[in-house]
DNA sequence: TGGCTCATGTAATCTGTTACATGATTCT
DNA sequence: AGAATCATGTAACAGATTACATGAGCCA
């Protein structure tokens, strides 16, 4: 009943700070956003075509370089739109963490099973961390009055502060487990 | 391609402790894994009814108390099928947060707004955290040999980390956004 | 007697992904 | 020359939710 198609407003809002392309929109979800939000190409390209019909973007084709490209800009009426979601209060804030499920269900495997996931997951976690540090740092250093940057801060610093409570928990977790292992042997 | 179907092993993992009907199911995950899955009736009944032609549970209709029940409990193959899925590594790692979401586009909006949106979200977590962290004591105190219940522990303890990691963001987020709001009167 | 919990199940719908199709340009 | 990236789009499928349908037992 009430508005799940958050595709919409993700897109919406990308547009808000800039004209883009499909292929873009893309990017900026992979990069920017991929911590807390994900889309694929197969839900961008018709969530634009269906924004069109609703005058909430309209599309410019350009040809660049010799290559057909469709840049969409946001209308007062997406502005609109985009505004009005953005008071409701947000609903879906869920974590699905798979590791945890194994983890769950270890008492149906060995020690061993376990650690293991918690490695891949810790190791996963180490490697995306320093991305966040910097984004983190680099949007503290720029200043500007650019106001897009500074709420690009605020969630990039949730990123570190959860990556890093993570990271605690991963050797906690690996210290029980490690001396539950050596006792059974 | 890859195993995607977590249904069926959310349910076996349940089963392989103890016999339940697909009402307790359900009221396992909402009670137990909540924090990091979830599961409505519409995906539950007809995942036990698929386990059953698949030899993985067995079902048992009962008459208690003038009600009707069904009783499902795993087999051996249904414990196989189980086992080899905690092997496989975890691929579902995800955060979905629409506050983020919301947050990270927040310059379309005023920052009380946005104050308001982590207001409600601060809310959640803090009456959240202590059903948590009352499992983690409860959960520490008993010390049985059960080894479910350590693991349980586990996932409890990570529920605690990262709910305690997002207090501590929406603090400061809050003086940072609140300070901005100050300037701007 | 009215509301809550117990209990099972289905149909319609949603929301999105994966895989495919196509082809130009740019980098190495 | 070949790989990677740029660029748009569709069809099939997956995986699940929501809403509905139904009804008994329990508690205040």
């Not at 994900?38 to 961008?44: C, D, H, L, Q």
């Not at 057909?68 to 879906?92: F, M, N, V």
Request: aromatic letters at 10%; glycine letters at 4%.
């Amino acid at each position: 009943m009430a508005i799940e198609k958050r595709m919409d407003f993700v897109i919406l809002g990308l547009l808000s700070h800039e004209p883009l392309t499909g292929y873009e929109i893309k990017k900026r979800i992979d990069k920017t956003l991929k911590f807390f939000w994900s889309a694929s190409f197969g839900s961008i390209y018709p969530t634009l075509a269906q924004l069109e019909k609703e005058n909430k973007v309209t599309r410019l084709e350009t040809l660049e370089r010799g290559r057909d490209k469709i840049i969409y800009t946001i209308t007062s009426i997406g502005r609109e739109s985009l505004a009005a979601w953005l008071q409701l209060p947000a609903e879906k804030n869920e974590l699905r963490y798979e590791l945890l499920l194994k983890l769950f269900f270890g008492d149906n495997t060995s020690t061993m099973q376990s650690l293991n996931q918690i490695n891949l997951f810790e190791q996963k976690i180490k490697s995306e961390l320093p991305y966040l540090k910097g984004a983190v740092k680099q949007l503290e250093s720029i200043q500007d009055t650019e106001t897009a940057h500074k709420y690009y801060l605020l969630t990039a610093k949730f990123g570190v502060k959860t990556y890093e409570a993570y990271l605690e928990w991963c050797a906690d977790t690996k210290k029980i487990l490690e001396g539950d292992n050596e006792k059974s042997n």
